[in-house]
């Protein structure tokens, strides 16, 4: 059979567009990802076939054994993308992300910095006020990084040199600077949030703060390879990324939340008019095994609300770009 025209893959593509309703979100991205690839191969200067295929890629990383297959793809199509267009600001801030996630700080500053200095002729490539503020906090974050490893390094010398007089001089100097460099920085990596309150935690505390448990509390839990809900009973849900984002947000609200707020804020790229009851009947039929969650999600007349009686704790670390920012900006 010989390969599809590039008018058949066009009408292939308005086909796809209409089919966000129908199809499971996550496999509609993946046949995305096959169409436009095979759309570059029909035409590879296309701007906009590379930029819809790297945005799919990201948002199918939502799977994490996919992430770094997904993830060295996309980086790969948004450098082509800036070779190609040199100033396109939001090329060179997507891969700002894409390397700060990597921890290749250097990098990341790199490209940081090529976003917000590029002055793009195409308002589409330029970076909004929330994105131009993003770029200049990541790099700082970056910079902080560096510091961190810089002055790690101070410390070793200092823990090697034979001479008492020098170990004494060399840690004095540290402590100084640390308070110098370091006064501000936290400790605390992860986030706890509860019905009341948003608490900032370090490793020790995370556990200690999961051991504490009341007979009738559920746990949101960010932190490892699974994103889990562990049940009052010890039962644990395991969430596909995009349905714990959603229970996250409609948890971290604390009220009914609108419909189109939920969109706004969860799906922001969607065309799909149905994206949140859909998905929100994915997250109830995944839950639905077990009884004691009946009524956690609940209709309101203008959108759904997080319904728990008893307490409930939230836990992700400080510096969850995939689900924010790599994402959704």
């Known amino acids: 059979m010989p390969p599809p025209t590039l008018e058949q893959l066009l009408q292939k593509e308005l086909l ?8 499971d979100l996550y496999d509609w991205w ?3 990802i096959q169409l436009y690839k095979k759309l570059l191969h029909h035409d590879n200067q296309n701007e906009r076939y590379r930029v819809q295929l790297a945005n799919l890629l990201l948002k199918a990383g939502g799977d994490l054994k996919m992430r770094q297959h997904n993830f060295s793809e996309a980086r790969r199509l948004f450098r082509q993308l800036v070779q190609q267009i040199p100033d396109h600001a939001l090329a060179h801030y ?5 390397t700060y996630y990597e921890q ?5 500053i790199t490209y940081f910095g090529n976003a917000l200095s590029v002055k793009p002729t195409n308002r589409l490539h330029q970076l909004n006020d929330e994105q131009r ?3 200049f906090g990541f790099q700082a974050k970056a910079y902080q990084k560096i510091s961190l490893a810089l002055f790690e390094r101070a410390k070793l010398i200092g823990h090697d040199t034979k001479d008492p007089v020098t170990a004494d001089a060399i840690d004095s100097f540290l402590l100084q600077t640390e308070r110098e460099l370091f006064s501000y920085e936290e400790v605390q990596n992860y986030v706890m949030v509860t019905r009341n309150q948003v608490l900032h935690l370090n490793k020790e505390e995370v556990i200690e703060q999961q051991a504490e448990r009341g007979p009738s509390d559920i746990r949101l839990d960010l932190l490892g390879e699974k994103y889990l809900l562990v049940l009052p009973s010890d039962e644990r849900i395991e969430l596909p990324e995009q349905l714990a984002k959603l229970l996250r947000f409609l948890m971290e609200q604390g009220k009914p939340v609108l419909s189109q707020t939920i969109r706004d804020e969860v799906f922001p790229d969607s065309k799909s008019d ?4 859909r998905t929100i009947s994915r997250l109830r039929e995944t839950i639905k095994h077990s009884y004691i969650l009946g009524d956690l999600i609940q209709t309101t007349p203008t959108g759904y609300a997080f319904h728990w009686p008893e307490d409930f704790k939230i836990f ?5 770009l995939f689900m924010s920012d790599i994402l959704d900006n």
Do not use: C, M, P, T
Request: hydrophobic share 35%; net charge neutral.
């Open 104 to 108: 290749d700080w250097r990098r990341s």
């Open 30 to 32: 993946l046949d995305g």
């Open 316 to 320: 992700y670390r400080k510096d969850d």
């Open 94 to 98: 997507r891969l700002g992300f894409l």
């Open 16 to 23: 796809w567009e209409s089919q966000e309703d129908a199809a």
């Open 274 to 277: 149905s994206i949140v009851r």
């Open 133 to 135: 503020a993003k770029a």
